[in-house]
């Protein structure tokens, strides 16, 4: 097999399967979280935001987004972080780790 063929025909294809491979993980793992959440397993306690406010933290989402800043206020299911650039609100629902900084 030449090196040419390999590269027009197998390689697209390798990446078309490891970008589905991928894809099916993320929502495999947000199937086990939603699951999860209507059990009442991954419940965060408001009263750990409520009593850190005006301190700077960074909260890791279920889905793997990171946001780092001071916590504003919590309303409810919602917290809301002043970062660098904006504000923005996290439903607790979805947090998966918290950390002070």
């Known amino acids: 097999?030449?090196?040419a063929?390999?590269?027009s025909i197998?390689?697209?294809?390798?990446?078309?399967f490891m970008v589905i491979i991928q894809q099916r993980k993320r929502r495999r793992k947000i199937r086990v979280i939603?699951?999860?959440?209507?059990k009442g397993v991954l419940a965060v306690?408001?009263?750990a935001f409520k009593?850190?406010?005006g301190r700077d933290c960074q909260?890791?989402?279920?889905?793997?987004?990171?946001?780092?800043g001071r916590i504003n206020r919590v309303d409810g299911n919602w917290v809301e972080i002043a970062t660098k650039k904006d504000t923005e609100y996290i439903n607790t629902d979805f947090i998966e780790r918290f950390?002070?900084?």
């Open 10 to 16: 197998y390689l697209p294809l390798l990446t078309v």
């Open 1 to 3: 097999m030449e090196p």
């Open 45 to 47: 306690s408001i009263d």
């Open 99 to 101: 950390r002070l900084l």
């Open 59 to 68: 909260i890791t989402t279920m889905l793997e987004r990171k946001v780092t």
């Open 5 to 7: 063929n390999f590269i």
């Open 51 to 53: 009593s850190n406010i």
């Open 34 to 38: 939603h699951y999860l959440l209507k």
